[in-house]
């Protein structure tokens, strides 16, 4: 406790000197800190967006590539709504019928309008739809039922764009020319913005409405037992040829390989800083070894040994180091808030409907892709390294004081 006691009054004496030194740890450790906590944040944005996409296990598509002259993406009266090249629903059968298959579901989904505002409208298959994916989040009004005609249901933030509501008629098309009347009879919540800006029609509306009679443009599919998702996936395309598919699990690995990337990239910034400050630790320590030289003679003239003087100079570099992880943490949460606003287009706030939204709803559009994520695993990780690295540039210094003999000691001027 005495040699605490002493540490903590030997950094106060020279306060200037203790206060950049400390300074060189914050910066190291709030901005280790302030990154760890982003690409935290993006953890769990990435799961919450690949667990909206849907309960599907298995997503189908058409992998073939056209020929020349061929038409990748729909063309309609000039106007030119966008759609995936789509899949016959005749291999709906062949699906269903493959083992650990537990129910199959088709959807055609095409970039549409409701009046004059370009959305995704997705057209399902109500029955099987919900067998598949657990069914859309209706916070208002119904889900739709088997062949049911002329209704929609629509998005949170489409809903709030269009000022309208449950009951109400809104017109629906491939352009903005050849449209029909919808009545919306429900609002589904995702709590992603994007999906929010689009709506669900039954699949013989949305095939009508694209002149895709018996198509689709991915095939949903759930299997009987989640562990069985990778065998049915390989399954399904060496069973079916000119198809791909995509699982949830598979969109996991890949965006935690990223973040993992990113995790390691930012971390290798944040400690290229510590070390930086450690360097200022050492000199401080070093200057303050040379100033007290005869007070380390006098101390041990008087009985101290070279271990309570090793354990003095070791406090004090570890109570730097302590000040430092601690503000720096501060530092480092308020940065983690800070730091995206400056950098929308790489890790802040972005348009996501971008260019192709209209008058009224670019503002809406415009939503931020993740919250930083303060985790106490990663607090206490920047403390410890503070501490660690007041610890580590002390060593040589308090080693040198330790070594000094009394007599050269007293003769210092």
């Not at 990154?35 to 944040?41: D, E, K, M, P």
């Not at 449950?166 to 709590?191: A, C, D, L, P, Y």
């Not at 008087?302 to 354990?311: E, F, P």
């Not at 503002?363 to 931020?368: F, P, R």
């Amino acid at each position: 406790m005495e040699t605490w006691k002493m540490a903590i009054r030997n950094i106060s004496r020279r306060k200037l000197r203790t206060t950049l030194t400390v300074l060189g740890i914050v910066v190291g450790v709030g901005m280790m800190l302030a990154l760890l906590s982003i690409v935290s944040g993006m953890d769990v944005r990435v799961t919450q967006m690949v667990r909206a996409l849907g309960g599907a296990d298995i997503t189908i598509y058409n992998a073939t590539t056209p020929g020349r002259g061929g038409q990748p993406f729909g063309g309609f009266g000039g106007f030119g709504f966008t759609i995936q090249r789509t899949i016959n629903l005749n291999i709906i059968e062949q699906i269903s019928q493959i083992q650990g298959v537990y129910a199959v579901s088709p959807q055609l989904s095409f970039m549409g309008y409701i009046g004059n505002t370009r959305i995704t409208i997705y057209g399902i298959d109500p029955q099987t739809y919900d067998e598949v994916t657990g069914g859309l989040n209706i916070i208002n009004g119904r889900m739709l039922n088997v062949g049911e005609s002329g209704k929609i249901i629509l998005g949170k933030a489409i809903m709030e764009a269009l000022n309208t509501t449950i009951g109400g008629k809104v017109k629906v098309g491939v352009s903005t020319t050849e449209q029909r009347e919808f009545e919306v009879i429900g609002e589904f919540e995702t709590g992603m913005m994007f999906q929010e800006y689009s709506a669900y029609i039954t699949i013989e509306d949305a095939q009508n409405m694209t002149g895709l009679e018996n198509e689709a443009t991915q095939i949903l599919v759930k299997c009987e037992d989640p562990y069985m998702v990778s065998e049915v996936a390989n399954t399904i395309t060496s069973y079916i040829p000119g198809i791909r598919v995509t699982t949830p699990t598979a969109m996991v690995t890949q965006a935690t390989q990223l973040l993992n990337t990113l995790t390691m990239f930012f971390a290798t910034i944040g400690l290229i800083a510590l070390v930086a400050g450690s360097f200022g630790v050492i000199n401080t320590m070093l200057m303050s070894v040379s100033e007290r030289t005869r007070e380390i003679g006098i101390l041990k003239a008087i009985g101290a040994k070279s271990s309570d003087i090793l354990k003095m100079f070791l406090a004090e570099a570890v109570l730097i180091g302590a000040l430092g992880g601690v503000i720096g943490v501060a530092v480092g949460g308020v940065l983690a808030y800070v730091l995206p606003m400056f950098m929308p287009g790489i890790m802040g706030t972005a348009s996501i409907l971008g260019r192709t939204t209209i008058r009224g709803v670019r503002q809406v559009g415009s939503t931020q892709l993740f919250t930083p994520t303060l985790t106490p695993t990663n607090i206490v990780v920047c403390i410890a390294l503070g501490v660690l690295v007041g610890l580590i540039a002390g060593l040589y210094p308090a080693w040198r004081a330790s070594r000094m003999k009394p007599v050269e000691a007293l003769r210092h001027v």
